[in-house]
T-cell receptor, first 113, second 113 residues
Framework: SQKIEQNSEALNIQEGKTATLTCNYTNYSPAYLQWYRQDPGRGPVFLLLIRENEKEKRKERLKVTFDTTLKQSLFHITASQPADSATYLC????????????FGAGTRLAVHP | NAGVTQTPKFQVLKTGQSMTLQCAQDMNHNSMYWYRQDPGMGLRLIYYSASEGTTDKGEVPNGYNVSRLNKREFSLRLESAAPSQTSVYFCASSDSVYNSPLHFGNGTRLTVT
């Protein structure tokens, strides 16, 4: 079955460093991937979308890559701040871009001052 | 601009009781979704509505029914609640069912005893 996997262990980094989160997918080829941020007690908030024909997408301090050979997306936050502490969710879209997203369980990021 | 509004925020039910979770969006979006989120698992799609007048099953539809009341509102009904339905329920909307970011509400935390 189609699966999205994210590192279940929390990622702890120092303020100012680059955080890198990983998303791996198996048994299918998604047309696109989306990344969301979720704070405790809140709904996910959309950050970035990258299509299968795009290698990289940037938005301010955020960068996402999509490697269809490795079946992997990397999410980078440069110059991280304590306010970036949250859970980050990866989601994949189905073939043809259909929006029945499959979500990973998320990776919790903690940025320490 | 409220975005996606869900009611209630919290609910406790006894096994066998019924209830309806309400969701409304004010972004004039065509598509709406219901997800559940359980610890250690990704968001799982229960039902979605690609456009007003249509609804379709997602990954985990058993025990639930939905109604797309109009373009703004999409409700989720539990006819006979079971402890396995204890979860956090999120409603989301998107402009289109293709390649579009999802906008989430802040969830309903449901406990079934």
């Amino acid at each position: 079955s189609q699966k999205i996997e994210q590192n279940s262990e929390a990622l702890n980094i120092q303020e100012g460093k680059t955080a890198t989160l990983t998303c791996n997918y198996t048994n299918y080829s998604p047309a696109y991937l989306q990344w969301y941020r979720q704070d405790p007690g809140r709904g996910p908030v959309f950050l970035l979308l990258i299509r299968e024909n795009e290698k990289e997408k940037r938005k301010e301090r955020l960068k996402v890559t999509f490697d269809t050979t490795l079946k992997q997306s990397l999410f980078h936050i440069t110059a991280s701040q304590p306010a970036d502490s949250a859970t980050y969710l990866c989601a994949s879209g189905g073939s043809g871009g259909y929006n029945k997203l499959i979500f990973g369980a998320g990776t919790r990021l903690a940025v320490h001052p | 601009n409220a975005g996606v509004t869900q009611t209630p925020k919290f609910q406790v039910l006894k096994t066998g009781q019924s209830m309806t979770l309400q969701c409304a969006q004010d972004m004039n979006h065509n598509s709406m979704y219901w997800y559940r989120q359980d610890p250690g698992m990704g968001l799982r799609l229960i039902y979605y509505s690609a456009s007003e007048g249509t609804t379709d099953k997602g990954e985990v539809p058993n025990g639930y029914n939905v109604s797309r009341l109009n373009k703004r509102e999409f409700s989720l009904r539990l006819e006979s609640a079971a402890p396995s339905q204890t979860s956090v329920y999120f409603c989301a909307s998107s402009d289109s069912v293709y390649n579009s970011p999802l906008h989430f509400g802040n969830g309903t935390r449901l406990t079934v005893t």
